[in-house]
């Protein structure tokens, strides 16, 4: 294939999907915005004030073509006007794939299950368990994965950073979910990382077929010239059809998300790995080719 090359010289990908967006309610993103920026000072170049018009319009300058969009609820009970604000949203916005989402401590999964994938059209489901305060092995949560696992619906966990949100290390619980769930079709965003060593991966990707990465804040730490940088490019090069690329934004690490756009071009080898990394497997994991007219 024809290596595309962009600004600066780097190969550019055919298209670009940001597989990890947290487009939200006014106030929440103004919370998580505030939330993030001790840790990312390129964030206080976003204003609090920010509008969902103009966080689109900042991944439109970036070139983004569709994107997942996650928004979870923080208690039990929120699931349903969670999911209805989303829908909205994304029924205003083609370019969002939303992800739907409930909590364990919710009486009504079962039926929050069907009304998002049967009724409301979401492409799958989110979880974060350090925000959402449970874990993944909680009983409660049994028969979702259950129902996730048969319906081979994608699932999105945050997992890692265990020390930033000072919580427990996920590493065995999601080694655990993945032996309770092996066909589950589970996306672990960024990647364990860093509780969990990079070279523990290829041999997890292999056990399981319908397991895929998410990259999103973990590229920042693996950038050329980093301890990790290595093993993150191995990574890519072997198992690029596993790895999505996302951002978090707008509670991310850089800011504009082209820095980190750059960064995935400097890590992937060559043009098919990137074009993997920056669209292909996220249409993969939707089961959808978003680009069907300039496919091969
Ligand atoms: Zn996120």
């Given amino acids: 294939m024809k290596n595309q090359t962009g600004e600066n010289g780097l190969p550019s990908p055919r298209h670009r999907i940001d ?10 993103v103004r919370g998580g915005i505030k939330w993030v920026r001790p840790v990312a000072p390129d964030y206080h170049n976003l204003s609090l004030d920010v509008t969902t018009e103009e966080l689109l319009a900042h991944l439109e300058e970036e070139g983004i073509e ?13 699931s349903e006007d969670v999911n209805r604000w989303h829908r909205d949203f994304a029924d205003s916005c083609p370019k969002a794939v939303p992800f739907a989402s409930l909590h364990a401590g919710d009486e009504n999964k079962g039926s929050v299950i069907s009304q998002s994938l049967d009724r409301q059209g979401f492409a799958g489901f989110k979880f974060h368990p350090y925000i959402q305060g449970f874990s993944v092995l909680d009983d409660r949560l049994a028969r979702v994965f259950d129902e996730l696992q048969d319906r081979q619906c994608p699932v999105v966990i945050h997992t890692g950073f265990a020390e930033f949100y000072q919580q427990p290390s996920m590493v065995e619980d999601t080694r655990e979910l993945l032996r309770r769930y092996p066909r589950l079709h589970l996306v672990v965003s960024h990647m364990l990382y860093p509780d969990m060593p990079l070279e523990d991966w290829p041999a997890l990707l292999d056990e399981y077929p319908d397991l895929y990465l998410d990259t999103t804040n973990t590229l920042v730490y693996c950038q050329p010239g980093s301890r990790d940088s290595g093993h993150m490019q191995q990574l890519i090069a072997s198992y690029s059809s596993r790895l999505v690329f996302g951002t978090d934004f707008p509670i991310g690490t850089l800011y504009p998300t082209g820095k980190i756009h750059r960064i995935a071009a400097l890590l992937c080898p060559d043009q098919n790995s990137l074009d993997d990394l920056m669209w292909r497997t996220a249409c993969r994991i939707i089961g959808k080719d978003l680009f069907a007219d300039s496919s091969e």
């Fill in 19 to 28: 597989a990890h967006v947290h487009i939200m309610t006014h106030r929440r």
């Fill in 66 to 78: 569709a994107f997942f969009n996650f928004f979870y609820p923080l208690k039990p009970g929120e």
